[in-house]
């Protein structure tokens, strides 16, 4: 939220049971990323109350000397308030705020009236006050006030237990309610008048509602950027580096409002171009070595750390405030951040209920360096299941797209990038590949979503005897290599290859927008002939979007299936049996007039794979 907002003062309270969560841990050090210049400030409230659900809290269990010198090591300058007598604590806060208001405002002042960004010390509060505070101090002679008692239910029961009853009306009553109230219920005019008018009420600040500052991003058109090919599949070009560049004229056109993110890999998602018109955002020690390649500057709008929860945290804030970003990620690591995706789907589903709230811009999510090119990461790196994720949240928010090279790339990066209230997931591998489309044919492809491929059907005017499906850059190369090794053994056979950019598609428009009718799907797919669908995820995947379709029956699903090592692309293909052999193969078995006139067709199959395997493993 502070990221561009020179004049915000963000006030972020910290419960000391969350400080012990990893993400939360390593958030301490998004200081080392705040620019007194260009940024507003941010003032973290560490709330020590000493205890979880039922058990203390290890900050509230260390010395005040150690505490201190942890958060002094963070970078910051703590300021503590401790107590727990009501009066003398809210005189003690309310003092303390405004030193630190002051303290942020003299940083930002002398940042600023240089143009010199150092990093700054900036001030927090550790305010140690009693879970529970001004509760029963003791229920049933158990201790409830200072104690994990306290926590959320400190007295039930009360229809059965009237000494319970009577507690609680104590408790109530110590507010004096009798004070603060009229007779009809209604806060005194005396209190009312206290509260804030206008925006600069909490619920009405138009920060805390960041669709109302939202402005459309000044955006190059994408078609600028497209590779220019003889023809389907005669060119090879790394996916990535055109979307990079794309990038990079966005930020260069919107330095106010525009930030990429990314854990240590940008430069190998190949999206470095951006550091042409702006570097990575630092404000820690540097060293002369950093000025060759290093690619760092303090008024940096490229956010990289280590954390792609911080990341994801930094992100959304950024979008709630009414701005927008890109995060590109590995895909095996893009599950850190199931639990904080899971949130934010939470969210934007609610919040379309909310008829107040405006529209934030959609957070796009590239997942790049994919399990089919591990080529010496490994098992350890091959995961492809965040897409079984996202298709658990709710239809009006999530949305998912596998484009199969550049072209498809760049026109399903530019509808997302003007999209709002959705999340975008964008499954691209970064490795060189085939390329198929030309602009304006992908610009057709990703309007549809899903679309037949007549270069690479022969099923024109005919009813196909198979349909060839792919989702995915590399399972779309090998479904296209197997299409071609049928039809040099089967020149009569009929084949019509569909490609699916929009995973939705797959699903009834009943249960998602985008999902095909089921005249349409039927169009496609046919009610009865066998299909060979060569998926970039899990197999189970496409079975569980397209189980309620009528030829759901036929339709054989390849996909990551856990096996896997440091291999090259076609071996770990084999060993998935999603290369073109077993596509091939599958194909023959499934269709009837080729169970057994093709048993010689699968033999030489067979061997082809078994060089194929052989080679990898002579040649890596």
């Known amino acids: 939220a502070a990221y561009d907002n020179p004049d915000l003062l963000v006030a972020v309270v910290v419960g000391d049971g969350e400080s012990e969560t990893g993400p939360l841990a390593t958030s301490w050090h998004s200081n080392k990323f705040l620019n007194p210049v260009c940024d507003g400030s941010v003032l973290p409230i560490l709330h020590l109350n000493g205890y979880k659900i039922n058990n203390p809290t290890l900050l509230s269990r260390i010395s005040h000397e150690e505490l201190e010198h942890l958060f002094q090591g963070y970078g910051y300058t703590p300021y503590f308030v401790e107590g727990s007598d009501p009066e003398t604590m809210h005189q003690r806060m309310a003092s303390v705020l405004e030193e630190c208001v002051l303290e942020i405002k003299r940083i930002q002042k002398e940042a600023r009236s240089t143009g010199i960004p150092t990093r700054p010390r900036w001030p927090m509060i550790i305010l140690r006050s009693p879970k529970g505070w001004t509760g029963p101090k003791e229920v049933d002679g158990h201790k409830v006030e200072g104690f994990w008692r306290s926590h959320q239910v400190p007295l039930s029961g009360m229809k059965e237990n009237p000494v319970h009853l009577k507690q609680l009306e104590v408790w109530l009553r110590s507010y004096k309610p009798e004070e603060l109230f009229d007779a009809t219920g209604k806060l005194i005019p005396e209190l009312k008048a206290l509260a804030p008018k206008g925006t600069r009420r909490m619920s009405a600040n138009p920060h805390a509602n960041g669709g109302l500052l939202r402005k459309a991003l000044r955006m190059s058109d994408f078609r600028d950027y497209a590779l220019a090919l003889d023809g389907p599949g005669k060119t090879t070009a790394e996916n990535t580096p055109p979307l990079g560049k794309f990038l990079r004229d966005i930020m260069s056109a919107n330095m106010n409002n525009f930030r990429v993110f990314g854990p240590d890999e940008n430069s190998s998602n190949k999206l470095d171009a951006v550091y042409e018109v702006s570097k990575k955002t630092w404000m820690a020690d540097t060293l002369p070595e950093d000025a060759d390649g290093g690619e760092l500057s303090p008024f940096g709008r490229v956010m990289e750390i280590l954390s792609e929860h911080t990341l994801e945290g930094w992100l959304e804030g950024y979008l709630l405030t009414g701005r ?19 949130q934010h789907a939470k969210w934007l589903a609610m919040s379309k209920d909310v008829p107040w709230r405006a529209a934030v811009s959609s957070l796009n999510l590239l997942i790049t360096s994919t399990v089919w090119r591990q080529d010496h990461n490994g098992f350890t ?78 099923d024109d005017g005919f009813e196909p005897d198979l349909v060839m499906a792919s989702a995915g850059d590399i399972p779309t190369k090998e479904a296209l290599a197997a299409t071609v090794l049928l039809r040099e053994n089967f020149p009569n056979l009929k084949i019509r290859f569909i490609n699916v950019v929009d995973l939705y598609k797959l699903v009834p428009s ?6 095909l009718s089921d005249r349409d799907f039927d169009s496609l797919f046919t009610v009865d002939k066998p299909v060979i669908f060569n998926f970039h995820g899990y197999p189970w995947l496409i079975h569980r979007l397209a ?7 036929n339709m054989h699903v390849r996909g990551y299936k856990e096996k896997g090592s440091i291999n090259t692309p076609l071996e770990l293909a084999i060993q998935n049996e999603t290369d073109r052999f077993s596509l091939a193969i599958d194909a023959i078995d499934r269709i009837p007039a080729l169970r057994i006139s093709g048993a010689h067709v699968k033999e030489k199959l067979r061997d082809q794979q078994i060089e194929c395997r052989n080679y990898a493993y002579e040649h890596g």
């Open 510 to 515: 009943s249960e998602h927008p985008h999902g």
């Open 547 to 553: 189980y309620r379709r009528n030829n759901h029956n």
């Open 324 to 342: 927008h970003g890109f995060f590109s990620t590995y895909e095996a690591f893009v599950h850190v951040i199931d639990s904080m995706f899971n």
């Open 381 to 458: 790196h091959q995961d492809p299941g965040f897409l079984d994720l996202v298709v658990n949240k709710s239809p009006s928010v999530t949305r998912i797209y596998l484009p199969p090279d550049v072209n498809c790339l760049l026109s399903v990066a530019d509808h997302c990038l003007k999209s709002t209230d959705y999340i975008n997931v964008i499954v691209c591998d970064k490795q060189k590949h085939l390329q198929y489309l030309d602009m304006d044919a992908a610009i057709k492809h990703c309007t549809k979503g899903i679309s037949i491929w007549e270069w690479a059907s022969n």
